[in-house]
T-cell receptor, first 115, second 114 residues
Framework: AQSVTQLGSHVSVSEGALVLLRCNYSSSVPPYLFWYVQYPNQGLQLLLKYTSAATLVKGINGFEAEFKKSETSFHLTKPSAHMSDAAEYFCAVRGRDTGRRALTFGSGTRLQVQP | KAGVTQTPRYLIKTRGQQVTLSCSPISGHRSVSWYQQTPGQGLQFLFEYFSETQRNKGNFPGRFSGRQFSNSRSEMNVSTLELGDSALYLC?????????????FGSGTQLSVL
């Protein structure tokens, strides 16, 4: 079964600083990996996804993530944090087996951006 | 194009009652999934429907059920509500059935069981 672990339930950065949100996955074969963002009282919005086309994936709002098979990681980064980035971020994994299509989410990381 | 619409937005029920939540996917999308979000358990998969057929089911008791109609709209039902069923229920739709498909989420239905 696939799983993801997000290190750090809360991350606080200053506006303009680098954002780094960590995600490690567990899967027997490289899965599909996703990062979602959730703003208060809203649903989830896809930031980016990894489907094996390229290891460095660029997403919306200046976010990107790098798939590292050797480290089983898919960390999310953004060079310069903006106040509007404050939200909860979820890493998710989905197997390539069509019989196991459910997204398995990490526990989430709440990002706080200080002025 | 309108997004995923979930109704109602908020719901308050008492233990033992049943509830039905509705989800209208993005026009043209044929796959609908449901997720439960709680502070303690996080986001958990409930079930997925594609072209009116349940394709996957999560590890929830039989009190949780769902269905999809021919127009792709979906409903989920929870019978004999328990306090622990209080959660944000999220619906997501996608155009196809592939594993790499992008899911579009609605804003959810916040269910409170008293």
């Amino acid at each position: 079964a696939q799983s993801v672990t997000q290190l750090g339930s809360h991350v606080s950065v200053s506006e303009g600083a680098l954002v780094l949100l960590r995600c490690n996955y567990s899967s027997s074969v490289p899965p599909y990996l996703f990062w979602y963002v959730q703003y208060p009282n809203q649903g989830l919005q896809l930031l980016l996804k990894y489907t094996s086309a390229a290891t460095l994936v660029k997403g919306i709002n200046g976010f990107e993530a790098e798939f590292k098979k050797s480290e089983t990681s898919f960390h999310l980064t953004k060079p310069s944090a903006h106040m509007s980035d404050a939200a909860e971020y979820f890493c998710a994994v989905r197997g390539r087996d069509t019989g196991r299509r459910a997204l398995t989410f990490g526990s989430g990381t709440r990002l706080q951006v200080q002025p | 194009k309108a997004g995923v619409t979930q109704t109602p937005r908020y719901l308050i029920k008492t233990r033992g009652q049943q509830v039905t939540l509705s989800c209208s996917p993005i026009s043209g999308h044929r796959s609908v999934s449901w997720y439960q979000q709680t502070p303690g358990q996080g986001l958990q998969f409930l079930f997925e429907y594609f072209s009116e057929t349940q394709r996957n089911k999560g590890n929830f008791p039989g009190r949780f059920s769902g269905r999809q109609f021919s127009n792709s709209r979906s409903e989920m039902n929870v019978s004999t509500l328990e306090l622990g069923d209080s959660a944000l229920y999220l619906c997501a739709s996608s155009a196809g059935a592939g594993a790499a498909e992008k899911l579009f989420f609605g804003s959810g239905t916040q269910l409170s069981v008293l």
